[in-house]
């Protein structure tokens, strides 16, 4: 059963950096896509930033250039940089993995 636990989270200034982590347990296959979610207060759940096997990347449009999605197979986590964070990036941030998802953790930004 895989289970995902993300950490990292919590209260930056505006134009503060944050890098939030996923540890992935569980998985015996080969992972195929790894993923950021968000959900803005009162907002749906959007797609923040993807990595697929063959090493291309999706991002937002709100967020390229701000943020970077890395994974390290060794430790089998998936990280993601968050730079120049602006309040509108105020969300609880959930790590996919191939159809599976965490509990999510919570980013604040606000002066």
Request: aromatic share 6%.
């Amino acid at each position: 059963q895989v289970q995902l636990v993300e950490s990292g989270g919590g209260l930056v200034q505006p134009g503060g950096s944050l890098r939030i982590s996923c540890s992935i347990s569980g998985t015996t296959s080969s992972i195929l896509l790894v993923a950021w979610y968000r959900a803005p207060p009162g907002e749906q759940r959007e797609l923040v930033a993807a990595l697929r096997n063959t090493g291309s990347t999706t991002y937002a449009d709100s967020v390229k250039g701000r943020f970077t999605i890395s994974r390290d197979v060794a430790k089998n986590t998936v990280d993601l940089q968050m730079n120049n964070l602006k309040p509108e990036d105020t969300a609880i941030y959930f790590c996919y993995v191939d159809g599976h998802l965490g509990q999510g953790t919570q980013v604040t930004v606000s002066s």
